[in-house]
């Protein structure tokens, strides 16, 4: 008896898979994949982040890890409806492991797998107390000398890093080690937060005055707490920096404050870290089994070097240290630089009646924020989205289950569509010089920033100044020199200057690794981020995963965690979930240990 | 052709009722009710909370309002199934009046309104900037020397309430003033909290160490920002402070600390409220239109006056003020008072190896909290109804859709099934010598708490400990006196104490007035809460709603609010229409202001 109903297929499709995976038969497992296939697992196969490409890859995992995950249980999520478009079965399901609980995304063409996505859930017997597990809070019944909420959390917040050693240290308390801090607080891993700032979200607040975040409020929710509905679409900066402080505080998380982190050694023998840490003025021994550095996947400054940077009189800052347009009136400003800090510095500037030219040294990509929302992100992240039913964890899925692969094929229509959208714009842009680019092919935005972080402007306004002239534009050139008082350009023009800012970007995470742990091991580790698409900064050969992020890396105990918002709520998931393990002895088998192939 | 399914009944009346009132045929309007029957109206008929008791009442209503109201529109809400149980048919609807848009709960039996409910969800042109209305954040495009959200935030900070007036000033920072304080400033009315504590929360934090929520916390969601699904069932004092202090930073409330109120004059020329307030030491005069008391509903302490209390040696504390056991271990300690607090209290010096009596002057309800949740409160306000699709908002209004004067029926059975289930409980508590009660009618906590906000624990433990001894029990006696050294009952018995805790509960709000306006303007409105259901601190005659709260008083431009948290969320969105509503100048014509017929 046939079932051709969507749902019927693809049920019978996962009950034979699952049937396959029980016989330990490899060959029928594999034989369900269409040729031209890709397995991305988040954790639960691997205990890594790995996307499986074509039948050998997925046989060749099949067989080194199947024993050990022992998945069954492989059944349909009866709430989620089966949808078939363009001749694409889409299905979501759950499944176990001997471990863990599991959900996962399907999509299959011609009665085959083309892309199947599973991800880790929860560990069993270490569930996260929500919902119906949630704590109680008030202790009923009575006991002799009971301690309340508050001296409990006070003697926590005494004891550990003191008498008591966290299991994980975080260097970086951003978004992205606060979101993986609420997430090992409600795993039970005993974790302290590093942060070199006087208070929760100072690096959003720091940064220059006009910033807002680029990305919409739907793709920002941080784990457990979303933003209430009156949130702003674009956060401002210093807003954002006050919800970071609540959430910290909320979530109790252990969070140092005004701590330098300033070395940081793995002992091979005890396999403990010992991570030197400054705080108030004292310096404190903290001995964790995991180190995280989650400084930011932009974290260290790019400052280029140029001649005569030591001779020119005026102010120099790279963007980070901008503090914004207020003391620049009236004074002639260069700005190095074209993506979006360099735009949004150069738009306040002019705002503030300054003089500022920006020095574009190549191209760059530009995309209306408008067009970004609605054409990129709308159907996932958006108000409409959350009206139609879409919660931040199913788009999550979603996004996570277009394999990096093929990402920039479902990319390139969109910005297609944006550039005859914006033709206008896109003309007007080019006619005052400015170098425009959609990246090498053409994939537009999102795949620059998976590739490498960098290269682009969200167009929130100031491209019409630079259409217009009033942000004045030199570009296709370089910076020869600095004399005492200008920036000399390579093609001769001298640009009289006060400020210089170096909009000129970050280097790899690695080099966090360097400077806190020591350059062998940040070889060891190699460059963090991108793809290895062999496209412009993010060199061959193909990675299949975004390198070093939220995974095992080649050195043990040590984990890589940042980016913007929403990698931070969702890739929190699946570190805290491989932390967890490790803290609680369950094994860890990592298959396709990432190699190194470039240094930073 | 006659629909005789649920709904097909439910809009056939309902067609038929919008069609009466746009006729303005008010006697057939009025031959759609029950001859028992009950019309609550929050705010969209009345500009008042009223039930309308009866076709007389209902006609009345109908006849003074109807004209102003102009309702139309009115239809079942299609995402709410209609209910018929036990020859009750249950339907949501939406409609409009000439101001507003509305939502409503009807309960029809043999085909006529047995019960409805109407309330005002939104004024029409000052809905609240939401989901799709949400603020931008970021300001797209480019002008000269644009302000940050910080900016703006700190200029508002500084002015209002010195260079710019505010249109509301809420005395009292507690849950009642921080929920309202954030529905208004959605809808754009200009607005300062004044609270004396120093930190928003204190006034929980500074409570006794041991204290609780006896609420759980699917009832206490403040407005807009539910606590997340990893809050405990019953939040630690500390923790909900802490939330509070969040709240009112994340809501950008304007909520001045160290603030003390010190007096308040209406004049009826201006219309306009002159109040006094002393803040870091500076006087400054505000001069709101709006003045709201959310001074609590339990705000001003009762002290008992006793002779001796003078000569006592010993300390004495009204509950308010106790600061927990820690001092006492080892000390004798008398509490007054046989309600939540005495007993937390006498739980927690137990507990730290204090000499603990309890002093019970009258008979008490006691519940123990399991019973509570699971029979008074879960079907509405639980982690079961959240998963069977509950909303909070929905809760909520089915909650406020039973008719005081009914609800006492609906409330029996339920104490009726806990007697029961907790049988041994109590007898073990009587044969301690515990005086017990369920009310004068056996109606049980909710209806203490609406009646008289008092006279009942919540069992979280410390019955137990009665029972069984470890905290004596002095019972039917009263104080005669204190010595030098002891409180001495009225049955002769002497009670050595280093510590006398008066829990001896609070008085009627309006004793905030009498302090802060005068005398003459705490008679004019007279006491707060209560419904006037003849029956233990809470005289007739019959109120139909709770005296004073969340709705027009006696005093024109004064507002009482307050009340636990579900209290707090619910009825501040009322009082923030209302309040909206004369800033904008939109006719409010009260129907059915309350008379005043006690004065405390």
Known sequence: MLDVTAEGRAKHLLDEFGEALADRDIDRAVGLFQEDCYWRDLVTFTWNLYTAEGKDQVRDMLSQQLDTTDPYGWALDGREPVADEDGVITAWFTFETAVARGY??????????????????????????????????????????????????????????????????????????????????????????????????????????????????????????????????????????????????????????????????????????????????????????????????????????????????GEQQHSSEHPGPDAYTGKKVVVIGSNNSAHDICAALWEHDADVTMLQRSSTHVVKSDSLMELGLGALYSEEAVRSGMTTQKADLIFASLPYRIMSQFQKPIYDQIRERDADFYERLEKAGFMLDFGDDDSGLFMKYLRRGSGYYIDVGASELVADGSIKLKSGVDVDHLSETSVVLSDGTELEADLVVYATGYGSMNGWAADLIGQDVADKVGKCWGLGSDTKKDPGPWEGEQRNMWKPTQQEALWFHGGNLHQSRHYSQFLSLQLKARMEGIPTPVHGLQEVHHLS
């Open 104 to 313: 996962g995304l399907l999509r299959l063409k011609d009665g085959l797998i083309w892309t199947l996505l599973t991800t880790m859930s929860e560990l069993k017997g270490h569930e996260e107390p929500l919902g119906y597990e949630r704590p109680l809070g008030a202790k009923h019944g009575a006991a002799k000398n009971q301690k309340s909420w508050k001296e409990e959390r006070e003697e926590e917040l005494a004891n550990l890093g003191r008498t008591r050693q966290p299991y994980v240290v975080i260097v970086g308390g951003g978004q992205g080690g606060i979101a993986l801090g609420a997430r090992l607080r409600q795993l039970g891993v005993p974790t302290i937060i590093v942060e070199q700032n006087e208070r929760p979200g100072d690096s959003w607040r720091r940064r220059y005055k006009s910033l807002c975040l680029h990305d919409p409020v739907w793709y920002d929710h941080l784990p457990y707490l979303p933003f209430p509905p009156n949130w702003p679409v674009f956060s401002p900066k210093d807003k954002i920096g006050d919800w970071l402080e609540m959430y910290t505080k909320v979530m109790e998380l252990n969070y140092w404050t005004a701590t330098t982190c300033k070395s940081a050694q793995f002992d091979e023998d005890s396999q403990t870290w010992t991570v030197i840490v400054e705080r108030d003025g004292e310096e404190v021994a903290l001995r964790p089994k995991q180190l995280v550095l989650a400084t930011g996947m932009s974290g260290k400054k790019n400052v280029p070097q140029f001649d005569g940077m030591d001779r020119f009189r």
